[in-house]
């Protein structure tokens, strides 16, 4: 079984604050999603990260691919009330079927207060 | 383009009822996931369908639960009978076939068990 952790599992800060969150397995993935989820609805993708030390920025937002292809960071700046919500990592497996399985870590829901 | 489409949005049954889940993919999606998302365990892969046949139904919970695709454009997740430990949001995604470990996700149907 693969498992991805992350940390922390709650995150409540201010507006305007930095924070990282965590995703973390023993298992190597041929790639890593990000998503964020909010209330009363499904995932939405934010990122995909392929290569090992591989390094996105999406506004704010900053992912990171471990060198090994085994972790992944988020990172947010000057976070806003609109970045509240469930973030999850999600690693992808190739399926000798010729599929791609995601496996998802256990979430960070990030509370930002005004 | 519309996203994925799910029905019903809510589900309440009471125990022994069969339940319908339905979900339409993303049209020229050749992949289709059902998952299922508890607080306690998280977001879990119960079966994915490519070109319309199951790949992998592993994550199915037991013989109650079945998966159809008859059609590219229509896929069902029945629970017969339904027991109240089935409660939670049951999500739709599809993907791509060049791009399989993307996924977009329906909003999810909330099913209560009573």
């Known amino acids: 079984t693969q498992l991805l952790e992350q940390s922390p599992q709650f995150l409540s800060i201010q507006e305007g604050e930095n924070l990282t969150v965590y995703c973390n397995s023993s298992s190597v993935f041929s790639s890593l999603q990000w998503y964020r989820q909010e209330p009363g609805e499904g995932p939405v993708l934010l990122v995909t990260v392929v290569t090992g030390g591989e390094v996105k920025k999406l506004k704010r937002l900053t992912f990171q691919f471990g060198d090994a292809r085994k972790d992944s960071s988020l990172h947010i700046t000057a976070a806003q009330t609109g970045d509240t919500g469930l973030y999850l990592c999600a690693g992808a497996t190739m399926n000798n079927n010729a599929g791609n399985m995601l496996t998802f870590g256990g979430g960070t829901r990030l509370m930002v207060k005004p | 383009d519309a996203g994925v489409i799910q029905s019903p949005r809510h589900e309440v049954t009471e125990m022994g009822q069969e339940v319908t889940l339905r979900c339409k993919p993303i049209s020229g999606h050749n992949s289709l996931f059902w998952y299922r998302q508890t607080m306690m365990r998280g977001l879990e892969l119960l079966i994915y369908f490519n070109n319309n046949v199951p790949i992998d139904d592993s994550g199915m919970p037991e013989d109650r639960f079945s998966a159809k695709m008859p059609n590219a454009s229509f896929s069902t997740l029945k629970i017969q009978p339904s027991e109240p430990r089935d409660s939670a949001v049951y999500f739709c995604?599809?993907?791509?076939?060049?791009?399989?470990?993307?996924?977009?996700f329906g909003p999810g149907t909330r099913l209560t068990v009573t």
């Open positions: 995604a599809s993907s791509r076939v060049f791009r399989p470990y993307e996924q977009y």
